[in-house]
């Protein structure tokens, strides 16, 4: 997977509580990315991140911010989750070595709010 | 807006027929266009891309796709299926000065012995 970890791969929380999702990647790579797979829905951007500090809003962000404190990082969090954010949540980069196109994705965290 | 259509929910195939799984979409100016393999409970892996140039592209596992500007399309293709390519794929496009990609709803491949 692109040296590209995500934690954790599995979770189950309740309505209302906050939860963080994390992106790690060994790649050194510029662009992070934070997708929802949904069946029907194929893979919607929730936010991206073009370097430390640098976001921005994807298709999708309501009820989810993101954080880039280090170019390794990139944290995903629901304040408040709800039922409809019931979702697998996949992270990806890509970077300079690609000519910044194609993206890599990590092998997901299954998010389950009841 | 760019966006990405794959007509076909799932496609049935016997292994060793040749296979297509259709993408059409929509892009201001020159489009960026890839494909992705979903295999059950994995990540999306990279199978090929179309940038310029050729407009048949070979990938990763025997795959390629023909990209035909005026049909707005970018059909995956393999000439002989194989059942371990039974999958989820995806169709992605982006223009030419954006970041984002835009996924199409995925088409699931169905290979049977």
């Known amino acids: 997977d692109a040296g590209i970890t995500q934690s954790p791969r599995h979770k189950v929380t309740e309505t209302g509580t906050p939860v963080t999702l994390r992106c790690h990647q060994t790649?050194?790579?510029?662009?992070m990315y934070w997708y929802r797979q949904d069946p029907g829905h194929g893979l919607r951007l929730i936010h991206y991140s073009y370097g430390v500090k640098d976001t921005d809003k994807g298709e999708v962000s309501d009820g989810y911010s993101v954080s880039r404190s280090k170019t390794e990082d990139f944290l995903l969090t629901l304040e408040s989750a709800t039922s409809s954010q019931t979702s697998v949540y996949f992270c990806?980069?890509?970077?300079?070595?690609?000519?910044?196109?194609?993206?890599?994705f990590g092998p997901g965290t299954r998010l389950t709010v009841t | 807006a760019q966006s990405v259509a794959q007509p076909e929910d799932q496609v049935n195939v016997a292994e060793g027929n040749p296979l297509t799984v259709k993408c059409t979409y929509s892009v201001s100016g020159n489009p960026y266009l890839f494909w992705y393999v979903q295999y059950p409970n994995r990540g999306l892996q990279f199978l090929l891309k179309y940038i310029t140039g050729d407009n048949l592209v070979k990938g990763s596992y025997g795959f390629e796709a023909e990209f035909n500007k005026s049909q707005t399309s970018f059909h995956l293709k393999k000439p002989s299926a194989l059942v371990s390519d039974s999958a989820l794929y995806f169709c992605?496009?982006?223009?030419?000065?954006?970041?984002?990609?835009?996924f199409g709803g995925g088409t699931r491949l169905m290979v049977k012995p």
């Open positions: 790649e050194n790579h510029r662009y």
């Open positions: 992605a496009v982006r223009d030419g000065t954006g970041n984002m990609l835009t």
């Open positions: 990806a980069i890509s970077g300079v070595r690609q000519g910044g196109y194609e993206q890599y």
